[in-house]
């Protein structure tokens, strides 16, 4: 059976779990995820993780933060006056918004606490700072 290398195209049914065990996302009911292996389209950790299985291969595997989505970074967290979002924007706690950088890149934050003076803007992934679980099935390398 051929092998995972860098530069195939994997397909892989997978379930990825926090510490607690609490699902975060899953390919179950969905077709298969399909990445090239080696080119970060995933992360790094689950990258080299599927290298070298073989069709049918099975694993469960532990990737650290440092390996998935990176450290937490506080200060990746910024506080933003109030009066400079406009009215319209939906600012509940939790709720993912699109910022622009000064560069004029599109960086996503997640709406992390509001008062009536500030609110707290954080750029940090979702998952940043978890180490994640991922049981992994190859389902095709091509």
């Known amino acids: 059976m051929t092998q995972a290398k860098a530069g195939d195209t ?14 975060f996302d899953s390919s179950e009911g969905r077709d298969p ?7 970060g389209a995933i992360i790094p950790g689950l990258d080299r993780a599927i290298d070298g299985m073989t069709v049918g291969d099975q694993k469960t595997v532990t990737i650290p933060s440092a390996e998935a989505y990176g450290e937490y970074q506080p200060e990746a967290r910024q ?12 600012l509940d706690p939790g709720t993912m918004l699109q910022m622009q950088t000064p560069d004029g890149r599109a960086m996503p934050v997640t709406v992390a606490e ?5 609110v707290t803007l954080d ?3 979702p998952l940043a700072g978890k180490d994640l679980t ?8 091509g």
């Not at 995820?33 to 080119?39: D, K, N, P, S």
């Not at 509001?114 to 500030?118: E, F, L, P």
């Not at 991922?134 to 390398?141: H, K, P």
């Open 10 to 23: 994997v397909r892989i049914h997978y379930t990825g779990t926090l510490s607690d065990g609490s699902v």
């Open 114 to 118: 509001v008062t009536d003076q500030a």
């Open 123 to 125: 750029a940090n992934h």
């Open 79 to 90: 506080e933003v006056p109030r009066d400079q979002i406009p009215d319209h924007i939906p």
């Open 33 to 39: 995820l399909e990445f090239q292996l080696g080119t």
């Open 134 to 141: 991922f049981a992994v099935e190859v389902v095709s390398v």
